[in-house]
């Protein structure tokens, strides 16, 4: 959901949506790890089903641009609030 312009948001709902994805990354993450303790990166490349790799690899992209946007955002508001005081 793309938004340009300030809208009323549903504070708590955010909150839940944040905590739910957390769960989520978290759980991906032990996954990743559990893949990544387990083999080589030799070993995932030539045997795993390219399909599923490649489709792992665009979803951790998009996961990492979402989350470098908001990184990027904060930095710029702590700057401001920096020049501001």
């Known amino acids: ?39 080589s990166v030799q070993d995932i490349v030539a045997f795993a089903d390219r399909q599923a ?9 998009a996961v990492h641009r979402f989350f470098s946007q908001l990184g990027a955002q904060i930095t710029r508001e702590e700057d401001d609030g920096q020049r501001n005081r």
Not at 12 to 25: I, M, N, P, Q, W
Not at 53 to 61: D, G, H, N, R
């Open 1 to 39: 959901m793309v938004s340009g312009a300030r809208k009323q948001v549903d504070k708590s709902r955010l909150t839940a949506d944040l905590a739910a994805a957390k769960v989520e990354l978290l759980s991906a993450q032990c996954a990743a790890d559990r893949v990544r303790l387990q083999y």
């Open 53 to 61: 790799l490649v489709q792992a690899i665009a979803s951790a992209e």
